[in-house]
Structures are given as structure tokens and as C-alpha cells.
């Protein structure tokens, strides 16, 4: 069974950074893409990042390219987030989510579990 828990939400101020994480648990998680994905209020569900199973290639949405890293750690079975120069409309829960496949990581069906999200937002 396999399950994957974000953590490491929390308030910053405008500007600021915040690393989130995510935990898998379950068998072969060096099979599985990642993907990092945020909702806001009344907003649809939006893709941000995604990393292939090995971590050698990593897919970013423009809107957080080259403020957010994305990166996994296969033998702690984690994928990290990292946000940098944070701003207010960064606010929303942040969604962590395990492929078994490798293509079309934008879109949110391709993922096979997800977890509960952890809520980030961003004082201005």
C-alpha cells in the first residue's frame, strides 16, 4: 500500500522561503515520478513541478520556474520542495502525488496517489 504525507507547511512572510516535504511509504518508490501540485481557495487544482523516478530530470510550471527547486532523496523515499522568494499569491495547500508513469506529469490524472496537503501561505 502505498502512501505519501506532506509536511513542513507553514506561514512566511512575502519574500521569504519554506521548504515542503513529502514521505512515501510502500515498495519501489524509485518507480515512481513526483509530482508537486497547490490549490487555493475557489481555484482549480494547479500542476507546479515534477521529478522522473531517478531525480536526473525535473519539469517546472512557469509561474514558479527558477524560484522553486524540486528534488528526491530515494534512499529517505522523500521529495522536497523548495520555494524561494515567496509571494501572497504562493498561498494555498500544497499536494504531493506518486506517478508509476513518466509522461504527461502535468496533468494530475496521470498520479496514482496523493496525499492530504499541507497548507502554505504567504504574509504580505
Known amino acids: 500500500q502505498v502512501q505519501v504525507v506532506e509536511s513542513g507547511g507553514g506561514l512566511v512572510q512575502a519574500g521569504g522561503s519554506l521548504r515542503v516535504s513529502c514521505a512515501f511509504s510502500?515498495?519501489?518508490?524509485?518507480?515512481?515520478?513526483m509530482g508537486w501540485f497547490r490549490q487555493a481557495p475557489g481555484m482549480q487544482r494547479e500542476y507546479l513541478a515534477s521529478?522522473?523516478?531517478?531525480?536526473?530530470?525535473?519539469w517546472y510550471t512557469s509561474s514558479v520556474r527558477g524560484r522553486f527547486t524540486v528534488s528526491r532523496d530515494n534512499a529517505l523515499k522523500k521529495v522536497y520542495l523548495q520555494m524561494n522568494n515567496l509571494k501572497p499569491e504562493d498561498t494555498a495547500i500544497y499536494y504531493c502525488?506518486?506517478?508509476?508513469?513518466?509522461?504527461?506529469?502535468?496533468?494530475?490524472?496521470?498520479?496514482?496517489?496523493w496525499g492530504q496537503g499541507t497548507q502554505v501561505t504567504v504574509s504580505s
Open positions: 502525488a506518486a506517478s508509476y508513469g513518466s509522461s504527461h506529469l502535468k496533468l494530475s490524472d496521470r498520479y496514482d496517489y
Open positions: 510502500g515498495r519501489a518508490f524509485d518507480h515512481y515520478s
Open positions: 521529478i522522473s523516478a531517478t531525480g536526473l530530470d525535473t
